[in-house]
């Protein structure tokens, strides 16, 4: 007799491609098709919405989803998820943002689905706010853990906070990290011109690549790399600072890399799809994060054995040990990230130590087979 499918409801509220959209058209497209049936709901569209249609996974728009918190429209919202509940009937409900959580788990509570998850892509209660809303922010995270009966986190430092909540069993959070596929990666030679060639800009000859793959956000913490190269010095390091990615920071940034006089060294290069597959056009790696989860993107750096300068936030640390497989800084310490990087200009024998054993580790601890397996077992609750 064959076993009935699992339908799984995914939701999330932004659609671009980040993180938490990876996440999730990585499972979405991975699972196996026999045994589960997958529908993906969603705030406006975009490119996560294009790359499941795609792959021939069904979306649903979710009306007046989208990152914004205005309490009328949230009423919306809320109305518009149980309709969407009752029509799908899922057993499953994966919910991967931190507005959605509590919004959507409430509203799976209400119309019963026996299997609620949340996955916790860093705590948006880390982000640099006021403090009101950030003890509004950290009620609504403990109310999500409290109404889903899953919680996956992404590193320990998330699984840490989790447990701090108050009121929350051990048994219903599980640590899951990310996995990553092997990509097939660019020549150097190919990825260079094909960067600058994307984002319309110059092709400097004979100097150090220094690159970020980040949305263009706060959280990431690119206007304190910015100025540290701005300490750098200029007639000694000849170095090509390239930020791919897209976001709302891009005009202050760029105004930033003007007023810094830095026109010539850095570029904000805009969205590149399949980014990861260029990181061979580095010769160093930054995230100068001020709050994270666990990037995908220090995991491709990894894979292509670059020597990383990185924040010491959220997952990070559990991906680079300083001095072993990366330099690691406090967060908005703009003298430590120009040291950092002075360190790594100057030592072609520690670049590539570092990204040898950084190479080493990404492939040891974050396979994409390990995550896929773990989860499911979460949504068959095995």
């Not at 249609?53 to 919306?76: C, M, P, Q, W």
């Not at 982000?127 to 109404?147: D, P, Y």
């Not at 990615?245 to 590149?272: C, F, P, T, V, Y």
Request: proline share 3%; glycine share 6%.
């Amino acid at each position: 007799m064959l076993q009935k499918k699992k339908k799984i409801l995914f939701v999330i509220t932004k659609s671009n491609w980040g993180g938490a959209q990876r996440y999730v058209y990585d499972l979405a497209t991975n699972l196996p098709k026999n045994t589960f049936e997958v529908v993906v709901a969603h705030g406006e569209s975009g490119e996560l919405v294009d790359k499941l249609t795609s792959a021939g996974i069904h979306t649903i728009e979710v009306s007046y989803l989208n990152r914004d918190i205005k309490l009328f429209n949230e009423l919306k919202v809320f109305r518009a998820l149980l309709a969407l509940y009752r029509k799908e009937k899922p057993d499953i409900l994966h919910l991967n943002s931190s507005k959605i959580g509590g919004l959507g788990s409430l509203a799976g509570r209400v119309v019963h689905i026996q299997r609620i998850i949340f996955t916790a892509h860093g705590w948006a209660f880390n982000e640099s706010r006021g403090s009101l809303l950030k003890l509004l922010i950290w009620f609504i995270s403990w109310l999500t853990v409290m109404l889903s009966h899953i919680v996956i986190t992404v590193s320990y430092k998330d699984t840490e906070q989790a447990l701090s909540f108050p009121f929350i069993s051990a048994k219903k959070i599980h640590m899951i990290y990310i996995g990553i596929h092997v990509p097939i990666l660019e020549a150097r030679d190919t990825a260079r011109p094909a960067i600058t060639r994307e984002a319309k800009a110059f092709s400097p000859k004979n100097v150090f690549w220094i690159g970020a793959i980040a949305e263009l956000h706060k959280n990431k913490g690119l206007s304190y790399a910015i100025d540290a190269c701005a300490k750098l010095d200029r007639t000694n390091h000849n170095f090509f600072f390239v930020i791919i990615g897209e976001g709302e920071e891009r005009e202050r940034l760029k105004s930033q890399i003007r007023d810094r006089g830095l026109e010539n060294h850095i570029i904000l290069a805009g969205h590149i799809a399949n980014a990861g597959k260029l990181l061979s056009a580095f010769d160093i790696f930054i995230l100068p994060s001020i709050k994270e989860g666990l990037p995908y993107a220090l995991l491709e750096a990894g894979l292509n054995s670059l020597p990383v300068v990185a924040s010491r936030v959220g997952g990070i640390p559990e991906v680079v040990e300083h001095n072993v497989s990366g330099l690691l800084t406090a967060p908005k310490d703009i003298l430590a990230i120009k040291n950092s990087l002075e360190t790594l200009l100057h030592d072609k024998r520690l670049r590539h130590s570092l990204g040898i054993a950084l190479n080493k580790k990404v492939k040891q601890d974050f396979s994409f087979a390990s995550e896929l397996a773990e989860t499911q077992t979460v949504y068959l609750g095995e």
